[in-house]
């Protein structure tokens, strides 16, 4: 069993991959956290600013995101004011807008997400950048 438990350790895909992704949104968060904002919340914030308005519903498949996480960041994202609901055409629907206070909290994060972006980019070298890309687009094609 000892064996079994040192291979999964050492070549688990999914567990390094979990420990990668906690290790670099710690680098975001901890430049994001003086905005009182955290890395989930930027990306829904980036994803209402690029589609203008959305569904949650939108937001959790466009971000691969459960519907508990959606609706607990939305709902404090809206309770701090950077994003509002607003009657969808249909008059049953509601659309996520970002707010005026939003639009500003994504303009003065800017500078830190680049300083954020940097850090990452040095933790995962050049190699590692390019790999995520290659992913990226690979998974594009299937998704």
Same mark, same amino acid.
């Given at each position: 069993? $000892?064996?079994?438990?040192?291979?999964?350790?050492? $070549?688990?895909?999914?567990? %390094?991959?979990?420990?990668?992704? %906690?290790?670099?949104?710690?680098?975001?968060? #901890?430049?994001?956290?003086?905005?009182?904002?955290?890395? =989930? +919340?930027?990306?829904?914030?980036?994803?209402?600013?690029?589609?203008?308005?959305?569904?949650?519903?939108?937001?959790?498949?466009?971000?691969?995101?459960?519907?508990?996480?959606?609706?607990?960041?939305?709902?404090?994202?809206?309770?701090?004011?950077?994003?509002?609901?607003? *009657?969808?055409?249909?008059?049953?629907?509601? +659309?996520?807008?970002? !707010?005026?206070?939003?639009?500003?909290?994504?303009?003065?994060?800017? !500078? *830190?997400?680049?300083?954020?972006? +940097?850090? =990452?980019? =040095?933790?995962?070298?050049?190699?590692?950048? !390019?790999?995520?890309?290659?992913?990226?687009?690979?998974?594009? #094609?299937?998704?």
């Amino acid at each position: 069993m $000892k064996h079994t438990d040192k291979t999964i350790a050492r $070549k688990c895909i999914a567990m %390094r991959i979990r420990l990668l992704n %906690r290790v670099v949104t710690k680098v975001y968060d #901890d430049y994001l956290r003086p905005y009182g904002l955290r890395t =989930a +919340q930027m990306n829904i914030l980036v994803a209402v600013s690029f589609m203008k308005s959305a569904t949650p519903s939108e937001i959790e498949r466009r971000l691969y995101l459960e519907k508990s996480t959606v609706s607990r960041n939305v709902d404090r994202m809206r309770q701090r004011g950077w994003l509002e609901f607003v *009657p969808g055409k249909d008059g049953r629907s509601h +659309q996520l807008q970002l !707010t005026p206070q939003g639009g500003k909290l994504l303009s003065k994060t800017i !500078t *830190p997400w680049k300083q954020a972006q +940097q850090k =990452a980019e =040095a933790l995962l070298g050049k190699e590692g950048v !390019t790999s995520l890309s290659r992913i990226e687009t690979a998974l594009g #094609d299937k998704a």
